[in-house]
């Protein structure tokens, strides 16, 4: 079964879904998240073969279909054009170069997160507990809201300073252990390749597109969705940006030695 696929676009496609499968069938006997995403430096479950693995492991079907979808829109041309060698070589560098200057941004923030962990466990009170919270988890502040009013209302109780040192520490930890997972960063770094190489094909959408017009629409969501920093938001803007800032470092590479192309 082809339907119209290039061979390796058929093929990461099927390794994707396989991926997806031996998540779902063997949910509850390996957390295959937890081996194959991409965690951060502070993580306890950090390998160096995640920043592969993680391009193929995707959160649920609908994520999956996504990236899939724009792998066949915008990965066939590219194949055909640049040869199945460079096709690899585009994609992978995307993808773990996405992975990876994600990865440094992470550990930075949640280096920040442990800090601020430390500083409060050594000094707290409900001030800074409440700082805590409304910086690094404010999308669940109206989850301890009741606990924050009852511990500011009796700041030296020791059970509401036992429970606040506890809350902090889950935060923490959990800060430095959600992994990355995804093809996006590839599959964006895919688009930004073909914005360079063919900006005026038109890509069907609803309606016709430029792709040009495309990458640029994406890249300015992404942009918007980094500034509006939202914490209820899961997606991993950031990689995806990153993605497309290595495609068009990889193509202008290849435009500037022509030789590359052949």
Known sequence: MN???TPFVQRLIIINIVFFLATTFLAGKVDLYNILGLHGLYSDHLA???FVSYMFMHADFTHLLGNMIGLVLFGRL?????????FLILYFVCGIGAGFLYWALNSY??????????EYVSDPNPDAFNTFINSFYSNGYESVSEFID????????AVYIAQSKEFVNTISYMQANIPLIGASGAVFGILMAMALLFPNTEINIFIPVKVKYLATIYGLY???SLYENRQDDNVAHFAHLA???FAFILVRYWKTNRNSFY
Do not use: T, W
């Open 78 to 86: 590219l194949e055909i054009f640049l040869g199945p060698k460079k």
């Open 222 to 224: 992404e942009i918007y």
């Open 3 to 5: 339907l119209g696929l």
């Open 150 to 157: 009852a511990y500011s209302e009796h700041p030296d109780n």
């Open 109 to 118: 923030e949640v280096s920040k997160v442990r800090q601020d962990a430390i």
């Open 48 to 50: 160096p073969y995640q």
């Open 243 to 245: 993605g497309m800032i």
